[in-house]
Each structure stands twice: as structure tokens, then as C-alpha cells.
């Protein structure tokens, strides 16, 4: 269930060192919209402004989650995005 694969992240991601997570699914066919599905444990009033001002387009870490197919580092981000 997504409650189960929330609390999966969650736990994952303390175990890694990572206070906060954020899972976004998006169908490629839709350009705008809600995601279809979208898990995180950040503040909630974070999560408004970021999907209120529609943020996620210009996201450095998302931009760059949408062209690449492996984990990167920080570090490489300026190589993946402009």
C-alpha cells in the first residue's frame, strides 16, 4: 500500500542519514498536472509552496532525476543539468 511504502522510505532514508524524502511518480503523457502519485515526510507546509508555485520544473534534483536512470551524487548535478 502506499502507507506501507511511505513508512518504507522513511525508514530507509534514516538509515542512509536523510531526514526527509520525497517519491513523485508522473505518467510521461501528461505535461501538466498532479503527479500520480507523490509520498514524502516533509513539512507539509514545504509541500505546498513547492507544488503551489509549481516548482518541480525548476528543481536542480528533479530535473535531473529526469535524465538520469542511475543514483548520482550532488556534486555532479551542474554535469547532468544546466
Given at each position: 500500500t502506499s502507507a506501507e511504502l511511505r513508512s518504507a522510505l522513511?525508514?530507509?532514508?534514516?538509515?542512509?542519514?536523510?531526514?526527509h524524502f520525497a517519491l513523485s511518480l508522473e505518467s510521461r503523457a501528461c505535461k501538466a498536472g498532479a503527479p500520480e502519485l507523490l509520498l514524502h515526510n516533509y513539512?507539509?507546509?514545504?509541500?505546498?509552496v513547492y507544488t503551489g508555485f509549481e516548482l518541480a520544473g525548476r528543481d536542480p534534483v528533479r530535473?535531473?532525476?529526469?535524465?538520469?536512470?542511475?543514483?548520482?551524487?550532488?556534486?555532479?548535478l551542474g554535469r547532468i543539468v544546466p
Open positions: 522513511k525508514c530507509i532514508a534514516g538509515r542512509l542519514g536523510f531526514d513539512p507539509e507546509e514545504w509541500a505546498r530535473r535531473a532525476c529526469d535524465r538520469s536512470v542511475t543514483g548520482f551524487e550532488w556534486s555532479m
